[in-house]
C-alpha cells in the first residue's frame, strides 16, 4: 500500500514551496461503437499508458473508465482489469466511479441515475474489492439536483471544470482544492479541474506543465491542482500515439514527477479529502466545460457568442474580466437544437415510465433485470448530442440506443405476456412539444406520428430485430461548416499530436463544401408534396424543387380508432393558374401481428387539378451506409441493378420499391395501388469529428409521385403499403 507518512506529508516539509496534485483519466467508449474501435483503443493508449504507469511507482494517478469499456475488458481483456485490480490494492491508482453506461443525469430520471451509480458501485465492489468514493460525472454537466443525486448514491465527491466555478462567483486563485456543495441539505465535494493543465498535457512540452505547478506551489504546500481528462488523449487522439508513446512525452512526465516529488506531490481524491479540509460551500450553475456549453448553442447564437468574443479579445484585460461570463447554454439545449436528440430521449424516457410502472410487479423476474439493464445502455449520452465529436451525428450510435431501447421494450411486452393479436393507439404529447403526438403499436411495429409536423411518421421500431427504420438526421447549417465555405481546412493531413482536437482545422476528403445542403423539414416519412414534372432527384436533394403545397410542414387533425388514426388537412396548392383549395386525408392502418403499414390516401380538390400538378410522398429510411455493395434498391417489378442506397435515381411506372440490407438482413419496402414516378435519393451530412470535418450517411429517401391532372376531376386515390421484414 502506497501512503504518505506523517512526516513526509508535504504540509509538514518546510522551507519549500509545494503543491499537490491529482492526475486523473477518464476512459469511454460509447454503447455500439464499432469492435476495431475498442481493440484500438486498447493497443493505443489504454494498455500502453498502464505500461508507463507501472514503471513509476511513486507516481499516483486516478483512472475512471466505463460500462461499456468494463464490459469489453471482461469478455475481451480480463487481465487488464486484473493489473487495475492489482494497482488498486497497492494504493498506487483510485478506481472513480460513475454511472455504469455513462449517462448524463439531466438526461435521466433521478431513478435511473441513482441505479446506473449503484450498478458501477457494486461492479468496483466485486471486481476491485472496493467501492468507488467518487465519481465522474459524463461530460462534466453539473445540474445544482445532481449534489442530492450523488449523495442518494452513496457518492462522497465528483470533480467539474473550473469553468463551473469561475461562472458561480469564484476567482482563479481560489480553485486550488475543494468545496461543499448541497441540495436539499445532501452535500458532496466538488474539485475544480485546471483548463489550463487540460490544454498542456500531452500537447507541450513537459517542462511547461512543471513550471506552470511551480508557479502555483505555496508555503504551506496545501494547494491541490487537479489534471483530469480524457484517458484517449494519451494515444488515440489523432497523432498522440507517437507523440505520448513513440516519442516518450509520457515518459518524460512521469519522470519529472519522480524527480519533483520533494515538492510536487501526486495524490488522489479520497487521500486528499482525508487529510484536507474544504476550501468552503458553494453552489454552482448549470454548467459544462466551456466547449460544450457553445456547442449546445443554436447555430447563429454560436457565430454571436464567437464575434463577442472575439472583439472582447483585442482588450486583453477586459477579455480576462469578462470571460468566465461569456458562456453558451447549458446541455438541455440540445434536446431543442436537435429534434433527433429530444427524440432519443423521449423514447427512452417512454420505456423507463413503462418499466418503472412494473417494478412492484415484477420483483424477482430476471426479465426485469434485462429491461433494466438494456434501458440503461439506452443511456449512454454520446448520440444525444453534438460537439467535437461525431456524437448524434454518428447513425450507428443513435442505432444502438434504439436497439436498447426497443429491445427493453421487447422485454416488457414478455413480462406483460402481450402476446401478438392486439393492437393500440395512443395520443399524447410523446416529445415535451406541447402538441399531442399519436403512438400506432402491435407485436412487430412501433409507429410514432406527429399531426403537426405534415402528420408526419417520425419513428417505426421493427421489434423482431430491435431496430427504428426512420433514425434519420436533417442536414443542418453548423458553425464549422464556415471553415469549409472559406476553404480554411486541411485536407487529410497527419496530425503531429501537438494540437488538441479543439485546435485541429481538418476534413477527411476534398469537396465537402458540395454537400453543405440544408433540409427545410425533418427527414421522415409521410411527408405530403405538391410538385410539377421539372422535379428530379438532384432538385429534391438540393431543396430545389419547386414546392405548390402547403402541406409539407402544416397542421393535420389525427383521428384515433381501432386498428389505426386517419390524418387530414384542409389546405391550399399554389400554382400559376391559381390557389385552389385542397383537402389532404390519410388513413393508416395496422393489422395484428403484421409487420406491415398501410395508408390511403384521399385527396381532393375544389375544382380542376392544376395543370402538370404531381403529388408526392416522402418516405425515409436508415440502413446506415449507403455505398456498401449488399445496401440497395430492388423492386419486384423492375431491375433496378442494385443501385446503391447512397445513389440518385428516378423510375418511370414502379408499383414496388425497397430499401434492401443484406448484411442486417432487413428491408423496408412500399407497394403503391397505383404504378408512381418514383425519386431516391441519399441523405449525407458533414460533421465534424476528432479526425476532421467528413461525411456521414444518414439514410435515404423516396419519393413516390403521382401526375393528378389525369387522374379524374379533383379526385385522386392512392394507397401504399409499408412493409419492413427480416430476410
Known amino acids: 500500500?502506497?501512503?504518505?507518512?506523517?512526516?513526509?506529508?508535504?504540509?509538514n516539509r518546510p522551507g519549500k514551496r509545494r503543491i499537490n496534485l491529482i492526475f486523473g483519466c477518464h476512459a469511454h467508449q460509447p454503447v455500439g461503437n464499432f469492435g476495431f474501435v475498442f481493440e484500438q483503443a486498447y493497443d493505443l493508449s489504454y494498455r500502453p499508458f498502464l505500461d508507463v504507469l507501472e514503471r513509476f511507482p511513486s507516481v499516483r494517478a486516478v483512472l475512471h473508465f466505463t460500462g461499456p469499456l468494463f464490459d469489453w475488458f471482461e469478455e475481451n481483456r480480463p487481465d487488464f482489469l486484473d493489473r487495475l485490480a492489482r494497482m488498486s490494492a497497492s494504493g498506487q491508482i483510485e478506481i472513480m466511479g460513475g454511472g455504469y453506461y455513462e449517462p448524463l443525469l439531466c438526461a435521466i430520471p433521478e431513478r435511473d441515475a441513482v441505479a446506473q451509480i449503484t450498478r458501477m458501485r457494486e461492479y468496483c465492489r466485486t471486481r476491485f474489492g472496493r467501492a468507488p468514493r467518487g465519481m465522474w460525472l459524463a461530460e462534466r454537466v453539473w445540474e445544482p439536483q445532481m449534489a442530492r443525486i450523488m449523495a442518494r448514491s452513496g457518492v462522497e465527491y465528483t470533480a467539474l471544470d473550473d469553468t463551473h466555478f469561475l461562472c458561480s462567483g469564484l476567482r482563479p486563485d481560489q480553485l486550488y482544492g475543494y468545496y461543499m456543495t448541497e441540495d436539499e441539505g445532501m452535500a458532496v465535494?466538488?474539485?475544480?479541474?485546471?483548463?489550463?493543465?487540460?490544454?498542456?498535457?500531452?500537447?507541450?512540452?513537459?517542462?511547461?506543465?512543471?513550471?506552470?505547478?511551480?508557479?502555483?506551489?505555496?508555503?504551506?504546500?496545501?494547494?491541490?491542482?487537479?489534471?483530469?481528462?480524457?484517458?484517449?488523449?494519451?494515444?488515440?487522439?489523432?497523432?498522440?500515439?507517437?507523440?505520448?508513446?513513440?516519442?516518450?512525452?509520457?515518459?518524460?512526465?512521469?519522470?519529472?514527477?519522480?524527480?519533483?516529488?520533494?515538492?510536487?506531490?501526486?495524490?488522489?481524491?479520497?487521500?486528499?479529502?482525508?487529510?484536507?479540509?474544504?476550501?468552503?460551500?458553494?453552489?454552482?450553475?448549470?454548467?459544462?466545460?466551456?466547449?460544450?456549453?457553445?456547442?449546445?448553442?443554436?447555430?447563429?447564437?454560436?457565430?454571436?457568442?464567437?464575434?463577442?468574443?472575439?472583439?472582447?479579445?483585442?482588450?486583453?484585460?477586459?477579455?480576462?474580466?469578462?470571460?468566465?461570463?461569456?458562456?453558451?447554454?447549458?446541455?438541455?439545449?440540445?434536446?431543442?437544437?436537435?429534434?433527433?436528440?429530444?427524440?432519443?430521449?423521449?423514447?427512452?424516457?417512454?420505456?423507463?415510465?413503462?418499466?418503472?410502472?412494473?417494478?412492484?410487479?415484477?420483483?424477482g423476474d430476471p426479465r426485469f433485470d434485462d429491461a433494466e439493464r438494456l434501458l440503461h445502455q439506452g443511456q449512454c449520452n454520446c448520440a444525444y448530442w453534438h460537439g467535437v465529436f461525431g456524437g448524434l451525428y454518428l447513425n450507428h450510435l443513435r442505432t444502438a440506443l434504439y436497439e436498447c431501447i426497443v429491445a427493453a421494450d421487447n422485454a416488457m411486452d414478455a413480462m406483460e405476456d402481450r402476446g401478438a393479436g392486439y393492437v393500440t393507439v395512443e395520443q399524447a404529447d410523446f416529445d415535451g412539444d406541447g402538441n399531442a403526438e399519436c403512438i400506432l403499436e402491435n407485436s412487430a411495429l412501433t409507429l410514432f406520428f406527429s399531426p403537426t409536423d405534415g402528420g408526419t411518421l417520425f419513428e417505426a421500431d421493427f421489434k423482431p430485430k430491435p431496430f427504428n427504420m426512420i433514425n434519420t438526421l436533417t442536414r443542418r447549417d453548423e458553425p464549422y461548416h464556415d471553415l469549409l465555405r472559406r476553404g480554411a481546412v486541411q485536407i487529410g493531413e497527419s496530425a503531429q499530436g501537438d494540437l488538441s482536437i479543439h485546435e485541429m482545422v481538418k476534413a477527411k476528403e476534398a469537396g465537402l463544401d458540395n454537400y453543405l445542403v440544408y433540409d427545410p423539414w425533418r427527414r421522415v416519412s409521410l411527408r405530403d408534396r405538391f410538385l410539377d414534372s421539372s422535379a428530379t432527384p438532384d432538385s429534391l436533394w438540393c431543396n430545389r424543387a419547386r414546392e405548390y403545397g402547403d402541406f409539407a410542414k402544416g397542421v393535420y387533425t389525427a383521428v384515433c380508432e381501432e386498428d389505426g388514426l386517419t390524418l387530414r388537412r384542409e389546405g391550399t396548392v399554389h400554382s400559376d393558374e391559381g390557389a385552389v383549395p385542397v383537402c389532404v386525408?390519410?388513413?393508416?392502418?395496422?393489422?395484428?401481428?403484421?409487420?406491415?403499414?398501410?395508408?390511403?390516401?384521399?385527396?381532393?380538390?375544389?375544382?380542376?387539378?392544376?395543370?402538370?400538378?404531381?403529388?408526392?410522398?416522402?418516405?425515409?429510411?436508415?440502413?446506415?451506409?449507403?455505398?456498401?455493395?449488399?445496401?440497395?434498391?430492388?423492386?419486384?417489378?423492375?431491375?433496378?441493378?442494385?443501385?446503391?442506397?447512397?445513389?440518385?435515381?428516378?423510375?418511370?411506372?414502379?408499383?414496388?420499391?425497397?430499401?434492401?440490407?443484406?448484411?442486417?438482413?432487413?428491408?423496408?419496402?412500399?407497394?403503391?395501388?397505383?404504378?408512381?414516378?418514383?425519386?431516391?435519393?441519399?441523405?449525407?451530412?458533414?460533421?465534424?469529428?476528432?479526425?476532421?470535418?467528413?461525411?456521414?450517411?444518414?439514410?435515404?429517401?423516396?419519393?413516390?409521385?403521382?401526375?393528378?391532372?389525369q387522374s379524374g376531376e379533383g379526385v385522386f386515390t392512392c394507397t401504399v403499403r409499408m412493409e419492413v421484414s427480416q430476410f
Open 1 to 11: 500500500m502506497i501512503t504518505d507518512s506523517e512526516d513526509t506529508l508535504p504540509e
Open 189 to 363: 465535494k466538488a474539485f475544480p479541474i485546471q483548463e489550463t493543465l487540460r490544454y498542456l498535457v500531452p500537447f507541450h512540452a513537459v517542462e511547461e506543465t512543471i513550471e506552470h505547478l511551480r508557479g502555483l506551489a505555496t508555503e504551506d504546500g496545501g494547494r491541490c491542482a487537479v489534471l483530469h481528462d480524457d484517458y484517449e488523449k494519451f494515444g488515440v487522439w489523432p497523432g498522440t500515439h507517437g507523440s505520448v508513446y513513440t516519442e516518450g512525452w509520457l515518459e518524460r512526465f512521469f519522470t519529472a514527477l519522480t524527480k519533483n516529488k520533494d515538492w510536487l506531490t501526486t495524490t488522489t481524491y479520497a487521500d486528499y479529502i482525508d487529510r484536507s479540509p474544504a476550501l468552503g460551500r458553494t453552489y454552482l450553475t448549470c454548467a459544462s466545460y466551456e466547449e460544450m456549453m457553445v456547442w449546445a448553442l443554436p447555430t447563429p447564437m454560436q457565430r454571436s457568442l464567437g464575434d463577442a468574443r472575439a472583439a472582447l479579445k483585442e482588450n486583453p484585460d477586459l477579455y480576462r474580466q469578462t470571460a468566465p461570463f461569456l458562456r453558451g447554454g447549458f446541455w438541455r439545449n440540445f434536446l431543442a437544437k436537435y429534434d433527433e436528440s429530444n427524440n432519443i430521449q423521449k423514447r427512452m424516457l417512454r420505456a423507463s415510465n413503462r418499466l418503472e410502472r412494473l417494478r412492484a410487479a415484477c420483483t
Open 585 to 709: 386525408s390519410k388513413r393508416v392502418s395496422l393489422a395484428a401481428g403484421e409487420s406491415a403499414v398501410e395508408i390511403r390516401y384521399d385527396i381532393a380538390c375544389g375544382g380542376a387539378w392544376p395543370k402538370n400538378l404531381f403529388f408526392g410522398v416522402e418516405f425515409a429510411a436508415n440502413l446506415l451506409t449507403g455505398s456498401a455493395q449488399d445496401r440497395y434498391y430492388r423492386s419486384d417489378g423492375t431491375d433496378l441493378g442494385r443501385a446503391m442506397l447512397g445513389t440518385r435515381g428516378c423510375h418511370d411506372g414502379l408499383s414496388h420499391i425497397a430499401a434492401r440490407d443484406e448484411w442486417q438482413r432487413l428491408e423496408c419496402g412500399w407497394r403503391f395501388s397505383k404504378p408512381a414516378r418514383v425519386h431516391r435519393f441519399a441523405i449525407e451530412t458533414v460533421s465534424q469529428s476528432e479526425g476532421g470535418q467528413e461525411r456521414v450517411h444518414q439514410g435515404c429517401v423516396v419519393v413516390p409521385t403521382w401526375r393528378l391532372d
